[in-house]
């Protein structure tokens, strides 16, 4: 021990004196209050969900380690920084810390927006020789639709003889936020749903979206059921090392660019929290310093968003595959947008389902905030983060060993709360909070507790258990469908999910030979035959619904609309995407054997929006806005 403490800081005390300073303005940050208005037809949706790292499974910790370290976002680590048992530390700091800022902005955006519609969805980091590094979600936030889904982290760069300089850190004051919004591909099909990204993560955010697209496509061509799951963007960063160079279709935090079909680029901050609020954080946090340096102003950007977007379009592909867990036929008359009573009952009963799931899992939401944020954990995180910026002020103007001595004992630290909360010892010597006094040598003195690692299978759900005790108890939600309501209790949300289905299935009987499962669909640019969900007369696409067509090169039409003799015919919405072109174009308005004909809406990457006049498939020129016939979701 005596050794590798030695090594250490012979390493730490090389260099120049730091400073360690932040910007005190977010390029998120807003004047505007903004009132958030749903038009939405669904009751069944969330309007937010906020996906983060809380777990690493121990079968991960050790390819997380590595992947943190030579894929940091700042610069580049060093061969012989990169195995030091801090920068370990550094790295479980970054989910330690993530559990806790997230919640800043969970409870900010809950506070504003209608009860229930803001979801937490915690991931566990795993591993295994298939897939490599990738994470999944451990509750069934995700299976519910969303309006928006942020991927929200904080982020230390991993050299520890650096934290002192430039790189981006979240230690003390200083904040270092990863941000991603997205959405279902609908929402805007030019950049697959992606909406905005933290300028390192956009590559890996790209093609996560990406992918969630051409798999939803190939799945529905197929007949099949789509169980991808989209993977926190942060993790796939790490797991790809974003080697693609391919350009991207992107735009600046700025008004004048807004209306370009790009993603928005965030800027990596280091933000300077409140000094004021973080001297006496622990015995008053009433006034949250994150929320005042970064929160508030990315939650009036997030509420712009939701006013400025088609909430039916954004949540319609993700109420169809929730559907399809009641009533597959169900599902498929909803792609057909089918009238009729029978119909109709069924889907209301199907919703108000869904939107009782959504309650039950807004309550678990409740309960990990309550964990994560008001209790111990939060407590001994304020502890820390209190301690830390004592620290930092104390040594700001004194020598570089000084300062990297603080910082490498108070970034351990907060890998030891981790991992102590991870294996349960929350109780332990690793949860004390940080005193101005701490010698490096003591925190060494900690290594058996922060060493101990969690070897259960059932870790992730153990860790939730700890931070959120409340997650435990039975939940129970009424459900109101028509003029009857019913009172679904379970103690998980398995247990809810068969009550659902069971109560579905006793009150109406499932949609049975409606749709034929062959219809044919086609598109004049493909050789190949597509698939057609929806009215369907002798064998081909005939009236509303969905149809798809994929060719072996890769490219792909959806489209959404009216159909006659197997071809777009009608008012619709086709997305085109082809092998060898980056992003998808949109058509949006009157189609006639297949092409574009009338005033039509045109959306490709990297462009403005704009309406033409269409010819059998060609353009013709401008035409007027009030002219086009939009797509109803």
Same mark, same amino acid.
């Given at each position: 021990?005596?050794?590798?403490?030695?090594?250490?800081?012979?390493?730490?005390?090389?260099?120049?004196?730091?400073?360690?300073?932040?910007?005190?303005?977010?390029?998120?940050?807003?004047?505007?209050?903004?009132?958030?208005?749903?038009?939405?037809?669904?009751?069944?949706?969330?309007?937010?969900?906020?996906?983060?790292?809380?777990?690493?499974?121990?079968?991960?910790?050790?390819?997380?380690?590595?992947?943190?370290?030579?894929?940091?976002?700042?610069?580049?680590?060093?061969?012989?920084?990169?195995?030091?048992?801090?920068?370990?530390?550094?790295?479980?700091?970054?989910?330690?810390?993530?559990?806790?800022?997230?919640?800043?902005?969970?409870?900010?955006?809950?506070?504003?927006?209608?009860?229930?519609?803001?979801?937490?969805?915690?991931?566990?980091?795993?591993?295994?020789?298939?897939?490599?590094?990738?994470?999944?979600?451990?509750?069934?936030?995700?299976?519910?639709?969303?309006?928006?889904?942020?991927?929200?982290?904080?982020?230390?760069?991993?050299?520890?003889?650096?934290?002192?300089?430039?790189?981006?850190?979240?230690?003390?004051?200083?904040?270092?936020?990863?941000?991603?919004?997205?959405?279902?591909?609908?929402?805007?099909?030019?950049?697959?749903?992606?909406?905005?990204?933290?300028?390192?993560?956009?590559?890996?955010?790209?093609?996560?979206?990406?992918?969630?697209?051409?798999?939803?496509?190939?799945?529905?061509?197929?007949?099949?059921?789509?169980?991808?799951?989209?993977?926190?963007?942060?993790?796939?960063?790490?797991?790809?090392?974003?080697?693609?160079?391919?350009?991207?279709?992107?735009?600046?935090?700025?008004?004048?660019?807004?209306?370009?079909?790009?993603?928005?680029?965030?800027?990596?901050?280091?933000?300077?929290?409140?000094?004021?609020?973080?001297?006496?954080?622990?015995?008053?946090?009433?006034?949250?310093?994150?929320?005042?340096?970064?929160?508030?102003?990315?939650?009036?950007?997030?509420?712009?968003?939701?006013?400025?977007?088609?909430?039916?379009?954004?949540?319609?592909?993700?109420?169809?595959?929730?559907?399809?867990?009641?009533?597959?036929?169900?599902?498929?008359?909803?792609?057909?947008?089918?009238?009729?009573?029978?119909?109709?009952?069924?889907?209301?009963?199907?919703?108000?389902?869904?939107?009782?799931?959504?309650?039950?899992?807004?309550?678990?939401?409740?309960?990990?905030?309550?964990?994560?944020?008001?209790?111990?954990?939060?407590?001994?995180?304020?502890?820390?983060?209190?301690?830390?910026? @004592?620290?930092?002020?104390? #040594?700001? +103007?004194? $020598?570089?060993?000084?300062?990297?001595?603080? /910082?490498?004992? =108070?970034? %351990? !630290?907060?890998?030891?709360?981790?991992?102590?909360?991870?294996?349960?010892?929350?109780?332990?010597?690793?949860?004390?909070?940080?005193?101005?006094?701490?010698?490096?040598?003591?925190?060494?003195?900690?290594? @058996?507790?922060?060493?101990? #690692?969690? +070897?259960? $299978?059932?870790?992730?759900?153990?860790?939730? /258990?700890?931070? =959120?005790? %409340? !997650?435990?108890?039975?939940?129970?939600?009424?459900?109101?469908?028509?003029?009857?309501?019913?009172?679904?209790?379970?103690?998980?949300?398995?247990?809810?999910?068969?009550?659902?289905?069971?109560?579905?299935? @006793?009150?109406?009987?499932?949609?049975?030979?409606?749709?034929?499962?062959?219809?044919?669909?086609?598109?004049?640019?493909?050789? %190949?035959?597509?698939?057609?969900?929806?009215?369907?007369?002798?064998?081909?696409?005939?009236?509303?619904?969905?149809?798809?067509?994929?060719?072996?090169?890769?490219?792909?039409?959806?489209?959404?609309?009216?159909?006659?003799?197997?071809?777009?015919?009608?008012?619709?919405?086709?997305?085109?995407?082809?092998?060898?072109?980056?992003?998808?174009?949109?058509?949006?308005?009157?189609?006639?054997?297949?092409?574009?004909?009338?005033?039509?809406?045109?959306?490709?990457?990297?462009?403005?929006?704009?309406?033409?006049?269409?010819?059998?498939?060609?353009?013709?020129?401008?035409?007027?806005?009030?002219?086009?016939?939009?797509?109803?979701?």
């Amino acid at each position: 021990m005596i050794v590798i403490l030695a090594a250490l800081l012979a390493a730490l005390v090389s260099g120049c004196a730091g400073t360690a300073r932040g910007t005190k303005a977010s390029a998120l940050t807003s004047a505007k209050d903004v009132e958030v208005t749903d038009y939405s037809l669904s009751k069944a949706d969330a309007l937010v969900v906020i996906r983060y790292p809380a777990i690493i499974h121990t079968d991960a910790e050790e390819p997380y380690f590595h992947a943190f370290s030579i894929n940091a976002i700042g610069g580049d680590v060093p061969p012989a920084n990169r195995t030091k048992k801090v920068t370990t530390r550094i790295a479980q700091s970054v989910i330690a810390k993530s559990n806790y800022y997230v919640m800043s902005l969970y409870r900010e955006l809950q506070r504003e927006l209608p009860e229930n519609t803001v979801l937490l969805s915690p991931h566990i980091v795993l591993w295994d020789r298939e897939d490599g590094l990738y994470s999944r979600p451990i509750l069934a936030t995700e299976q519910i639709p969303s309006v928006l889904t942020l991927d929200f982290g904080v982020y230390s760069y991993p050299d520890p003889t650096e934290l002192m300089e430039s790189p981006p850190v979240t230690f003390g004051d200083l904040v270092t936020p990863l941000l991603v919004v997205h959405s279902n591909r609908w929402m805007q099909p030019s950049t697959n749903g992606l909406i905005l990204a933290s300028d390192p993560l956009l590559r890996a955010s790209w093609d996560q979206s990406e992918s969630a697209a051409l798999h939803d496509v190939e799945t529905k061509f197929s007949y099949g059921v789509t169980e991808w799951q989209r993977e926190l963007d942060f993790v796939h960063f790490l797991a790809s090392r974003n080697s693609d160079s391919r350009s991207l279709p992107r735009k600046g935090l700025n008004e004048s660019r807004r209306q370009l079909m790009s993603v928005e680029q965030y800027p990596v901050e280091k933000i300077r929290l409140d000094g004021l609020l973080l001297e006496n954080l622990v015995a008053d946090y009433s006034r949250d310093p994150f929320v005042e340096a970064f929160v508030r102003g990315a939650g009036a950007s997030i509420k712009s968003l939701l006013n400025s977007v088609d909430h039916d379009r954004a949540t319609f592909f993700a109420r169809q595959q929730a559907l399809a867990r009641f009533d597959p036929e169900l599902a498929v008359a909803f792609l057909a947008r089918s009238g009729g009573e029978s119909v109709r009952a069924r889907l209301q009963l199907a919703e108000a389902l869904i939107e009782a799931e959504r309650r039950f899992l807004a309550a678990q939401s409740a309960g990990l905030f309550e964990g994560a944020y008001l209790g111990d954990y939060g407590n001994k995180m304020r502890e820390m983060i209190q301690g830390e910026y @004592s620290l930092l002020e104390d #040594r700001r +103007d004194m $020598a570089r060993k000084q300062n990297v001595t603080t /910082a490498f004992a =108070a970034l %351990a !630290l907060a890998g030891s709360i981790y991992a102590a909360s991870a294996s349960g010892a929350v109780s332990g010597i690793a949860m004390q909070g940080v005193s101005a006094t701490m010698a490096l040598g003591a925190l060494w003195a900690m290594s @058996s507790t922060m060493d101990t #690692r969690a +070897d259960s $299978a059932e870790m992730s759900e153990n860790f939730l /258990a700890l931070i =959120a005790p %409340a !997650l435990e108890r039975q939940i129970s939600v009424q459900m109101e469908w028509l003029e009857s309501k019913e009172r679904i209790s379970a103690l998980g949300f398995a247990e809810f999910r068969n009550k659902t289905l069971t109560l579905y299935q @006793s009150r109406v009987r499932s949609l049975q030979g409606e749709f034929e499962d062959d219809c044919q669909f086609r598109h004049p640019g493909f050789r %190949a035959q597509g698939r057609w969900f929806g009215s369907c007369v002798g064998g081909v696409a005939d009236g509303r619904g969905y149809g798809v067509v994929v060719d072996a090169a890769g490219s792909s039409v959806e489209y959404l609309g009216d159909a006659a003799g197997g071809l777009p015919s009608g008012t619709g919405g086709m997305i085109a995407r082809y092998a060898n072109r980056t992003g998808a174009f949109y058509f949006e308005g009157g189609f006639d054997a297949g092409l574009p004909n009338g005033v039509v809406r045109v959306e490709e990457p990297g462009r403005k929006p704009r309406t033409r006049e269409f010819r059998a498939g060609k353009d013709v020129g401008s035409a007027s806005e009030s002219q086009l016939d939009r797509l109803t979701f």
